[in-house]
């Protein structure tokens, strides 16, 4: 576990407050990565120095992930959508394969990694074997920079796609360049992967990296009629503006709620401004420039202040709570 995860009074107070009455006492974390620092060990130093988000969190074991749970929601119940580390340096068999095994022996559910060298055939015997759910590619897999200037055909391939498609899965994409989702090579290629794959369910992770509003409202207006054919997932987004318009523009039944833990786990919050966040985080890591120490010492965590924003735009919509905290991962990632 990592010792920078710790509880503090105010955060329990938080807790008490804002979230254990509201938030379902049954729910599933749809974006979380599982694995074992023998499938990472690979993955250099100056690869996490130079990630914000590899130096937050690289690790996270289920028993790791039982013990952050019970900390974070000692009242409720979380079911977990297991998915590897998509990255080009980490033993990716090795990690699949620990997702299996959970599978057979938690209760979870999980998403299998590919990479655009992988044969059709060795792809569909491992996911059917494993009981997999759906699939994780990354653009890391084509590029090691993030918001690479990559096709998402780059790191899953059509081959890949189709193979998907007559399984009628899910996939969780991360879309690549910096555009994020109004990118128009973005917008052409989902475009292109809902009109020739229509059977796959295809989730766009992080709101198509929309943290700023202005990356979201653009691409739903670039996307039109299609974004009813996609899923979105909320993990590491905070930014209120964000799920305002998700909650008003998109169907309820199109949003799955995730952590993006382990990277999520530190205490904290966001700012933004033209198009840019800005973490606010309590926890020393490298990349905190500290803009206000006197107001860090009463940060909370930084999922308790993601489901606040989402708990607070839903008010007393139970149905739509239901569906974005359970019922959408749930049919979503079906078990195969």
């Known amino acids: 576990m990592y010792d920078y995860f710790k509880q503090y009074p105010h955060d329990v107070v938080f807790y008490e407050k804002w979230i254990k009455d509201r938030l379902p006492q049954s729910f599933v974390d749809a974006h979380a990565h599982f694995n074992l620092p023998e499938h990472v060990s690979n993955v250099s130093a100056e690869a996490i120095a130079g990630d914000w988000a590899l130096e937050s969190g690289l690790l996270m074991s289920i028993e790791d992930s039982d013990t952050y749970l019970q900390t974070l929601f ?22 699949n394969q620990y997702i299996a095994n959970l599978i057979q022996e938690h209760d979870v559910r999980g998403l299998f990694t590919v990479r655009p060298e992988y044969s059709r055939d060795s792809i569909e015997e491992a996911f059917v074997a494993g009981h997999f759910s759906g699939f994780k590619p990354y653009p890391y897999m084509a590029s090691a920079t993030k918001g690479a200037d990559v096709s998402i ?13 007559e399984l009628k899965t899910a996939i969780l994409l991360h879309l690549p360049r910096r555009g994020r989702l109004p990118d ?16 796959i369910k295809l989730v766009v992770a992080h709101f198509g990296r929309s943290f700023c509003i202005e990356h979201f409202e653009k691409g739903l207006e670039k996307l ?16 209120p503006r964000v ?12 949003i799955l709620f995730g952590t993006d833990f382990p990277i999520m786990l530190w205490h904290g919050k966001r700012e933004w401004s ?7 985080v309590r926890e020393e890591f490298s990349w905190n420039r500290h803009p206000y ?8 965590f930084y999922v308790y202040e993601q489901i606040k924003t989402i708990l607070d735009l839903l008010g007393s919509d139970e149905q739509s709570k239901q569906a974005i905290f359970k019922e959408n991962a749930l049919n979503v990632y079906d078990q195969r």
């Open 243 to 254: 799920y305002d318009m998700a909650f008003n523009k998109l169907d309820h039944r199109r």
């Open 184 to 199: 128009p090579d973005n917008i052409a290629e989902i475009h292109l992967i809902l009109d020739r794959y229509p059977d």
């Open 274 to 280: 033209d198009g840019q966040y800005h973490n606010l």
């Open 293 to 300: 120490p006197d107001q860090e010492k009463d940060y909370t």
């Open 74 to 95: 000692p009242d409720q119940s979380v079911f977990r959508i297991c998915l590897p580390w998509p990255l080009r340096d980490a033993d990716t068999v090795a990690n």
């Open 153 to 165: 055909f780059d790191f899953m391939t059509h081959e890949q796609f189709k193979l998907a498609n």
């Open 224 to 239: 039109g009629s299609d974004v009813q054919g996609l899923y979105f997932d909320t993990a590491a987004v905070l930014n």
